[in-house]
């Protein structure tokens, strides 16, 4: 790749992390990613992991989960179970998630109790292409151009839902705004895509342990997801995303400085827009 060749930021985990290449596309800077799981992986055997679980009645079921590569290949699988409502572990570009359709109250939930995780604590959402964003936020009041700048990569955009929001009233009941990720990872916006939803995505952990970047980081964890995908061991960290607060016209707000603070803020304020410094 070549200097003048347009590129979105490193595709690194916890949410963005070093090798980003900062070029310009159209007059405007990106921020640029490599993309390590793009193709699909030959010769990858898909494997089955079972476990024994001892049911209420005395008995022992088997569980058989099915590991495969995170390739083309295996997302028209990943998109029928996240039709019927079921829960798939994916790698994006920052970190292994898990996903599921945001407007299936009973999938959502589901993420919830493997996680461990507070129904307080909300969710984001992730679509397969920055233009898919106003479907569900409020976009109107940014800077042209601003969201193609940021995404696809490793940030996630605070906004608010507003009535025109396609999403379910369900997902992070009496919030009016949503993050939304847009990952730099071919395999989950496809996903996304052929979903014809948007994926609510969140860290695959139990809440408040280290987050994954190699699918044996949560093993404990596979029983509970329809498919877990294999994208090998993601390069960027355990940071995670930045988020970004864009809720107001003109501001911005750092809520978590992730792996890309500083290209971030920079293509932020290339935009003219100032920090939100109110506190509030």
């Not at 690194?12 to 070029?23: A, D, G, K, Q, V």
Request: hydrophobic share 35%.
């Amino acid at each position: 790749m070549n200097a003048t060749t347009p590129t979105k930021i490193a595709q690194t985990l916890p949410y963005f992390t070093s090798l980003f290449h900062p070029s310009r596309a159209e007059g405007v800077e990106k921020i640029g990613f490599l993309n390590l799981w793009t193709r699909s992986r030959r010769g990858f055997n898909v494997k089955k992991m079972a476990w024994s679980l001892e049911k209420s009645d005395g008995n022992v079921e088997t569980k058989v989960v099915s590991v495969s590569p995170a390739s083309e290949d295996y997302a028209e699988e990943a998109i029928e179970a996240i039709k019927a409502g079921k829960v798939i572990a994916v790698p994006t570009d920052t970190l292994y998630g898990f996903a599921c359709d945001a407007c299936s109250a009973e999938a959502v939930n589901r993420i919830y109790e493997i996680k461990g995780r507070k129904h307080t604590s909300p969710l984001a959402i992730c679509v397969g292409d920055v233009h898919d964003i106003q479907c569900y936020a409020v976009t109107d009041h940014l800077p042209h151009g601003l969201l193609d700048c940021l995404l696809p990569g490793p940030v996630t955009v605070v906004l608010r839902r507003g009535e025109s929001s396609i999403l379910e009233k369900s997902l992070n009941p009496g919030l009016e705004s949503i993050g939304v990720r847009v990952p730099d990872y071919n395999f989950i916006r496809v996903i996304a895509r052929g979903s014809r939803s948007a994926l609510a995505l969140t860290s695959a952990n139990l809440s408040g342990q280290p987050s994954s970047i190699n699918i044996k980081d949560f093993e404990n964890l596979w029983e509970h997801c329809a498919y877990v995908y294999d994208g090998g061991i993601l390069p960027a960290g355990r940071a995670g995303s930045t988020v970004v607060d864009l809720t107001k016209l003109g501001k911005y707000k750092i809520l978590r400085p992730g792996s890309a603070e500083e290209e971030t803020v920079a293509i932020l304020e290339r935009h003219c827009l100032l920090e939100d410094g109110t506190g509030d």
